[in-house]
């Protein structure tokens, strides 16, 4: 059965940072892509980064490009979202996923197998 469970979410003042993990289970970690996504209220959940398999290449939305890093621990299973300089818009519940197939865009939710609970961030100003 697959599991994942994120933590790390918080409060925190503009212009701090926060880590996110996401722990996995139920699966063969190291084949799995992964990815954070994000969803903001009243807004549709939205890419935020992503892992391939080995941890070799990362994707980032435009957003977060520079502030954020994905970074993943296969000996663990465990995936990881660095956020710096954070802004109150990143303020939103951030969710991990797991992708079965390196095929199809990094960036689409639709291409995204299993779903975290999901772990609040608030930004204040």
């Known amino acids: 059965q697959v599991q994942l469970v994120e933590s790390g979410g918080g409060l925190v003042q503009a212009g701090g940072s926060l880590r996110l993990s996401c722990a996995a289970s139920g699966f063969t970690f190291s084949s799995y892509p992964m990815g954070w996504f994000r969803q903001a209220p009243g807004k549709e959940r939205e890419f935020v980064a992503a892992v391939t398999g080995s941890g070799s290449s990362t994707f980032y939305a435009d957003s977060v490009k520079g502030r954020f890093t994905i970074s993943r621990d296969n000996a663990k299973n465990t995936v990881y979202l660095q956020m710096n300089s954070l802004i109150p818009e990143d303020t939103a519940v951030y969710y991990c996923?797991?992708?079965?197939?390196?095929?199809?865009?990094?960036?689409?939710?639709?291409?995204?197998?299993?779903w975290g609970q999901g772990t609040q961030v608030t930004v204040s100003s």
């Open positions: 996923a797991a992708r079965r197939t390196y095929y199809g865009s990094y960036y689409d939710k639709k291409e995204y197998d299993y």
